[in-house]
């Protein structure tokens, strides 16, 4: 398995403008979860998904943040317009039913210029 | 409420020498309980869980953790540290019932020939 795959690797972006992040959870995982990181907050978890449904995402900064799964192999975390306070890795995790832990993709570094 | 602390932001050890991590939690109900490990520029590795049983835990790289439910900690323990171990350590727990993870702040291990 190729594991959880996130895209692009790196964005650099100007304030305003869209950004989009990719994620393919791992076959079979029926949770992914989106998270942030940086210096100051560590790692927050921004949203959480069972079954392509959005159960909680109370951690979602504000609404220039917005995420979709369409189908089980594939979501996206959107930002617009993209500030530079939004600058941090994002992560992505998938979780198969019943088990414990997650899987993290290699993450998404966005600089906001 | 589920929350973790890491005491020490940084740990600094000799190679060959012991090299423990230090790490408390607070749950209302049974805990799960993880280690993962972060290298430059990677996403969150898995390094071992507690969910029951054996509260001595044996994972990845020839890490172990010990679960102590009475001081609410599971540090995680290598007795032999190597320089290739230096990277960012976080402890993680779950709630039995619950889906959601939360991360300690982390700890930066440094492992010098």
């Known amino acids: 398995d190729a594991g959880v795959i996130q895209s692009p690797r790196h964005e650099v972006t100007e304030m305003g403008q869209e950004v989009t992040l990719r994620c393919k959870p791992i076959s079979g995982h029926n949770s992914l979860f989106w998270y942030r990181q940086t210096m100051m907050r560590g790692l927050e978890l921004l949203i959480y998904?069972?079954?392509?449904?959005?159960?909680?995402d109370s951690g979602m900064p504000e609404d220039r943040f917005s995420a979709k799964m369409p189908n089980a192999s594939f979501s996206t975390l959107k930002i617009q317009p993209s500030e530079p306070r939004d600058s941090a890795v994002y992560f992505c995790a998938s979780s198969p039913r019943g088990q414990y832990g997650y899987t993290f993709g290699s993450g998404t570094r966005l600089t906001v210029v | 409420a589920q929350s973790v602390a890491q005491p020490e932001d940084q740990v600094n050890v000799a190679e060959g020498n012991p090299l423990t991590v230090k790490c408390t939690y607070s749950v209302s109900g049974n805990p799960y309980l993880f280690w993962y490990v972060q290298y430059p520029n990677r996403g969150l590795q898995f390094l071992l869980k507690?969910?029951?049983?054996?509260?001595l835990v044996k994972g990845s790289y020839g890490f172990e953790a010990e679960f102590n439910k009475s001081q609410t900690s599971f540090h995680l323990k290598k007795p032999s540290a190597l320089v290739s171990d230096s990277a960012l350590y976080f402890c993680a727990v779950r709630d039995w019932d619950d889906y959601k993870l939360s991360f300690g702040a982390g700890t930066t291990v440094t492992v010098r020939a």
């Open positions: 507690y969910i029951t049983g054996d509260n």
């Open positions: 998904f069972n079954n392509n449904v959005p159960i909680d």
